[in-house]
């Protein structure tokens, strides 16, 4: 008796987290190529992502896989990304030929969004070489209108985020490039880490300048990365978030940069102006860290971590290095507190990639996912201090400004060469599942079992004056005591996007007791008294609110 | 007979012979103009022999001529010879134990070629660093035990900053001279700029154990075990240092960052304080103090803690990234962008003095 109390009492005060790898059996087959196994040019390092998206509307997440590709590769049909249809409990079917897909580029990112309102999520590919944008047909089909969109470009791309920077109801696109390199020019100076040659990072190679596209709503874009401002600082690109990181109303930019500083693009856009940023990245102190040192930015995600309604910023980096936590404190000036929130010195023997703020164990507080993988083979052959394969990392929000890393208990135990990861609830149970691409091998598909007992709740956003996805909308939830922030994002952590409706852990809350929704248009609607662990569907500008089923 | 000239028997006449080994002579006496005139009429007549061509670009690089040592080295390719020399005389160099052989049998050349590593010092000098690598490597095993000619190898490679080789070296020291303090040192010292952690560590407490306690010992001790991370044993060990130098303030800087990186902000302020007060010329408690004071919100405090780092050290910029933040955070928007400007040139300049091989050591 008095053990099972001690059990009762240590479990109500821990939260509950526990994750399950199903992908053996759920259908989803694809094994990435990226490269040789060898990682002989600084193309092979950077891997995938995944997109969770539902692309035929039937309720559900489905699943957008991409691949990469190789300087020799074996004779045969080249690889190819993929489309997995969701057919419930964790099961899907590879509907790639029948959906039209199978890009077979270098593939980096993907992301789902909107692009002309219709109803229907598209769907932008990153490569190396020229992106490929696809419009959803609305009938199971996409088409590839990468040309007439305007978005052929042949350098090296990674991650991408939709955004309507100029809120005029569509979404527009930043896309971070990387670096300058051509397979038939490698660099021809030897490079080293711990010793050991390797292939060299972005530091043999030149930054790219990035790309900033703006959706003209006749699904094409014009390439305002000059005018804006972006184009006039390089960087090599991993990483991009957009959110509201100087307390105005418009969507700003924050990219993981590799060895270069971190950018923080405030958006200045005006009538007169069209789509403008101002480079904040110095200044606003997130840029960099302890003095002004480049950290090797990778992922990134925003998430408000303290409850204070701003959001905050999360960067993963380089092995020896540790993770960074921006707080926000206001007025586009953050402070690196990594180590007081317990993140900096467990995250030094890792290379982190995709990072994602969510609420895995439903108690109201953002936690933080962490996939890891090193880029170099060589760090198995000798006492690097780190590993090639690597475990991923869980961190539990403590709710004093504080983490703690549940890691091994939550079941993340398994080594890979993660890269990018996508979060949703793919399995429909209220709880939030992870997609984790890994190079070389099959993904990670992490279903949730922990967070049992706790409510939740979730909202798909509809635009109407605004952007139909909502991407930008700001909602603010009231539930036991507690109030939550969250911004609607369509890309982010590192070459992916997660679930587009935006989920709330509610702990014991049986209701949302206010909860108020801030469109990019403007438009603020309130609503009252939503019962919880359900989902439901906002549309701008109706007042009205229904259950999803 | 010389080891070299032995194995060019087959090649030389018997009057030239006479003439490679008259010239090797005035070589080793200093004569280099005079070694220059015979190694000159060898590699006349026989344009491909090595040894001449070796022996030349030795005595060019004394006297000087280091592009003309360059070009007959770049065609003596020294990482072939001591392997062309060893198995022509001895078959497989890979199976037979020959340091002792060569030694007994030609004591100059053995000398010369293997105890002094004349090719690997040869080549680094002439920044042949891959080069110069890789010849010790081939030789190495040659005579592992000889710890004079490793640790003066593990020296010249930590001098040119190729701290691979530099390590392999030291390795070879302790394994013969397990008492050896500096090389357990030099071997720390490696590993640390290598950021392998542990083997820095099991050097640096070895030679912690053989030198007693020493501040430098202890303070880099810290460091790899801060970075491993275990920045507990680090803390001890810092403040072990830190009894063993009063006055010293750098013991209590490294406390510091230590404390920093477990987030115990006002222990690791008492600290840099402690370390500024000790050492009032050292800019980097001052950078931190500024940095905690900061994080804190007393943006006037960190203003003056900020602004006396840059009056010790003009030059330490990472004061200025943290004098902008100040500067941006008290509404002083001209000051910041020129704080940054600041900040950005003398990073700038600082990246230009390192050399490409040291950027390039950061990935």
């Not at chain 2, 200093?30 to 015979?38: I, K, N, T």
């Not at chain 2, 070879?172 to 030099?186: H, L, N």
């Amino acid at each position: 008796m008095r053990f099972g109390a001690l059990l009762l009492l240590l479990s109500s005060g821990q939260a509950q987290f526990r994750f399950v790898d199903v992908v053996e059996g759920s259908g989803v087959d694809l094994v990435t190529t990226f490269g040789s196994e060898e990682k002989r040019y600084i193309i092979e390092y950077t891997g995938t992502g995944a997109a969770l998206t539902d692309y035929d509307l039937d309720g559900d997440l489905d699943l957008y896989l991409v691949n990469g590709s190789a300087v020799e590769l074996p004779p045969g049909a080249p690889p190819t990304d993929r489309l997995y249809r969701n057919e419930g409990g964790f099961r899907f079917t590879d509907v790639t030929e029948a959906a039209g897909l199978g890009d077979t580029g270098w593939g980096g990112g993907s992301l789902a969004g909107d692009l002309d309102n219709d109803g229907d999520p598209d769907l932008l590919v990153t490569n190396f070489g020229s992106n490929v944008l696809y419009r959803n047909n609305g009938d199971g089909t996409f088409t590839d209108v990468t040309a007439s969109a305007g978005l052929e470009d042949g350098r090296w791309h990674s991650s991408a985020a939709f955004g309507d920077f100029d809120a005029d109801g569509f979404l527009d696109l930043y896309v971070a490039n990387h670096a300058v390199f051509e397979i038939s020019e490698p660099p021809k100076l030897p490079c080293f880490w711990k010793g050991i040659q390797i292939a060299c990072g972005p530091l043999a190679h030149r930054p790219e300048t990035h790309l900033v596209y703006r959706n003209r709503g006749d699904f094409s874009f014009a390439d305002v990365s000059d005018s804006s401002g972006v184009s006039s600082r390089p960087g090599f690109g991993f990483g991009v978030v957009m959110d509201y990181f100087d307390d105005d109303d418009r969507l700003d930019v924050y990219v993981a940069n590799d060895l270069s500083g971190n950018f923080l693009f405030l958006n200045r856009t005006t009538a007169e102006s069209g789509i403008a940023f101002e480079d904040a990245s110095a200044l606003s102190g997130a840029g960099f860290v302890e003095g002004g040192r480049e950290q090797a930015g990778m992922g990134v995600d925003s998430g408000d971590f303290n409850g204070d309604g701003r959001p905050d910023i999360h960067t993963t980096n380089f092995s020896d290095d540790y993770n960074t936590l921006y707080r926000n404190d206001g007025s586009g000036l953050f402070t690196d507190v990594s180590f007081e929130a317990r993140l900096g010195e467990v995250t030094l023997p890792y290379l982190g990639w995709a990072t994602a703020f969510a609420d895995f164990d439903l108690d109201s507080d953002l936690d933080l996912l962490v996939v890891n993988g090193h880029i170099y083979p060589e760090a198995d052959r000798f006492q690097s201090g780190t590993g090639y394969a690597q475990s991923n990392l869980l961190f539990d929000n403590v709710g004093d400004g504080t983490f703690r890393d549940v890691s091994a208990r939550s079941g993340l135990v398994d080594k890979r060469l993660g890269r990018g990861a996508a979060v949703g609830d793919v399995d429909e149970d209220g709880d939030l599942d992870v997609v984790v691409a890994n190079m070389h091998s099959l993904p990670a598909l992490l279903r949730n079992d922990g967070g049992k007992g706790k409510n939740w709740v979730r909202f798909l956003l509809v635009g109407r004056g605004s952007n139909r996805d909502g991407v930008g909308a700001r909602v603010v939830l009231e539930a036991g005591g507690r109030s939550q922030t969250r911004t609607s994002k369509s890309g982010g952590g590192y070459l992916s996007s997660h679930d587009p409706r935006l989920h709330f852990g509610l702990a014991e809350a049986p209701s949302v007791e206010r909860l108020s929704v801030h469109w990019p248009s403007g438009a603020v609607e309130v609503f009252e008294a939503l019962a919880a662990t359900r989902g439901y569907i906002l549309k701008e500008g109706t007042g009205a609110i229904a259950e999803r089923p | 007979m010389s080891l070299a000239v032995l194995l060019l028997s087959a090649i030389l006449t018997a009057e030239e012979r006479r003439s490679f080994e008259a010239a090797i002579a005035l070589h080793l006496a200093s004569d280099l103009e005079g070694a220059l005139r015979g190694y000159g009429q060898i590699l006349e007549a026989h344009p491909d022999h090595v040894p001449a061509r070796l022996y030349r670009a030795e005595a060019l690089w004394l006297l000087g001529k280091r592009e003309e040592a360059r070009h007959d080295l770049s065609l003596a390719q020294a990482d072939l010879l001591l392997v062309r020399i060893l198995e022509g005389t001895f078959g497989s160099v890979q199976s037979d134990p020959l340091p002792a052989k060569l030694s007994g049998a030609y004591p100059l050349e053995a000398k010369r070629f293997l105890a002094t590593g004349t090719p690997v010092l040869l080549l680094l000098s002439m920044g042949g660093f891959e080069e110069a690598t890789a010849e010790y490597r081939r030789v190495a095993w040659i005579d592992p035990e000889d710890a004079t000619l490793h640790r003066q190898l593990g020296s010249a490679f930590a001098g040119a900053k190729l701290f691979l080789p530099a390590v392999e070296a030291f390795d070879r020291v302790v394994a013969s001279a397990p008492e050896d303090v500096a090389a357990w040192r030099q071997l720390g010292s490696g590993n640390l700029v290598l950021q392998r952690w542990e083997p820095a560590i099991v050097a640096l407490e070895r030679a912690i154990e053989l030198a007693a306690e020493e501040g430098g010992l202890l303070l880099a001790l810290g460091y790899a075990y801060e970075r491993k991370p275990d920045t507990e044993t680090a803390l001890e060990l810092y403040r072990r240092a830190a009894r063993l130098a009063p006055a010293s303030g750098r013991p209590h800087y490294r406390i510091g960052r230590a404390l920093m990186a477990q987030g115990k902000l006002e222990e690791a302020e008492k600290a840099f304080t402690k370390a500024s007060s000790l050492d009032p010329k050292m800019p980097e408690p001052l950078g931190f103090l500024g940095e905690i004071q900061l994080k804190r919100g007393d943006n006037w405090l960190a203003l003056g803690t900020l602004e006396r780092a840059v009056a010790v050290a003009p030059e330490y910029f990472e004061a200025y990234y943290h004098l902008a933040q100040v500067y941006r955070r008290i509404g002083r928007g001209e000051e910041a962008r020129k704080a940054i400007a600041r900040y950005e040139e003398l990073k700038r300049e600082k990246r230009g003095v390192l050399s490409q091989e040291e950027v390039l050591a950061l990935r």
